[in-house]
């Protein structure tokens, strides 16, 4: 059974920095494209981040070029989501989700991430 856990979320002051983990378990993802996406209250569920099966290729939403990083540790089955100079806007709970072909298919519960003014 594929599982996706998400951890790293928290309360920080705005211009603060988090971390956040998405461990996969029940199948091998090295080979797939894995996302990060953020859902604000009353607001859809919004792309974030993702990065290929290799870590050479990764995208970003404008909103947070600049300040946040994309990596994935293959040998752990886990990617990262390096959260700086974050502001109030970047409230919201945070997925991570795997794109074996052309579709995210699996998904993670998410994780809050609060940033205070």
């Known amino acids: 059974q594929v599982q996706l856990v998400e951890s790293g979320g928290g309360l920080v002051q705005a211009g603060g920095s988090l971390r956040l983990s998405c461990a996969a378990s029940g199948r091998t993802f090295s080979r797939y494209t894995m996302g990060w996406f953020r859902q604000a209250p009353g607001k859809e569920r919004a792309f974030v981040a993702d990065?290929?099966?290799?870590?050479?290729?990764?995208q970003y939403a404008d909103s947070v070029l600049g300040r946040f990083t994309v990596s994935r540790d293959n040998a752990k089955n886990t990617v990262y989501l390096q959260m700086n100079s974050l502001k109030p806007e970047d409230t919201a709970v945070y997925y991570c989700?795997?794109?074996?072909?052309?579709?995210?298919?699996?998904w993670g519960q998410g994780t809050q991430v609060t940033v205070s003014s």
């Open positions: 990065i290929n099966w290799s870590g050479t290729v990764r």
């Open positions: 989700a795997v794109r074996p072909a052309r579709e995210y298919d699996y």
